[in-house]
């Protein structure tokens, strides 16, 4: 709780803002070379706190279920977010340390485009989650109140 209000509700603005602002950075920094050494530090940064994010929603959303009840259809997407979140994070991190230790040697090494290529991936499953997450949870709060307008 911050201020009587319940926890859930803040971070997870945090989350829907920070997992899909930190995929685009990565993407540019690991697609469009001159954009590398300004996208990826502040991507692959952007994507920690992203996860971070995502466990605290994930563990405030728990104990708020316990105080209103579970919504059936936000529940199950809470791990599934914060899975994809934080393993997008690691790889984000990764694959900036590797590029950037790979580019003072040589550039483009087949190892640093597969980390760069699974990175990709791993930012579409963690923005593709995160979205679901979010739409779900907006339903659950505000589907009944549109239902009654």
């Known amino acids: 709780m911050i201020l009587d209000l319940p926890l859930h509700p803040l971070i997870v603005h945090a989350v829907v803002i920070l997992v899909p602002l930190s995929a685009v950075l990565v993407l540019l920094a690991v697609l469009v070379p001159p954009l590398r050494r300004s996208c ?6 952007l ?13 405030s959303g728990r104990a708020l279920a316990e105080t209103v009840g579970v919504p059936a259809d936000h529940e199950p997407w809470g791990t ?3 899975i994809a979140s934080a393993v997008f994070a690691v790889l984000a991190v990764v694959w900036h340390l590797v590029q950037r230790r790979a ?8 190892a640093v485009r597969v980390l760069g290529a699974l990175t990709v ?5 963690a923005v593709g ?8 949870g907006a339903e659950a709060v505000w589907g ?6």
């Open 40 to 45: 990826a530090p502040v991507g692959a940064v």
């Open 47 to 59: 994507a920690v706190v992203g996860a971070i994010s995502a466990l605290v929603a994930e563990r």
């Open 80 to 82: 599934p977010t914060l």
């Open 103 to 110: 580019g003072r040697r040589r550039r483009g090494s087949p």
């Open 121 to 125: 991936l791993a930012a579409l499953a």
């Open 129 to 136: 989650l995160t979205l679901i997450s979010g739409h779900t």
């Open 144 to 149: 009944s109140i549109r239902n009654m307008l």
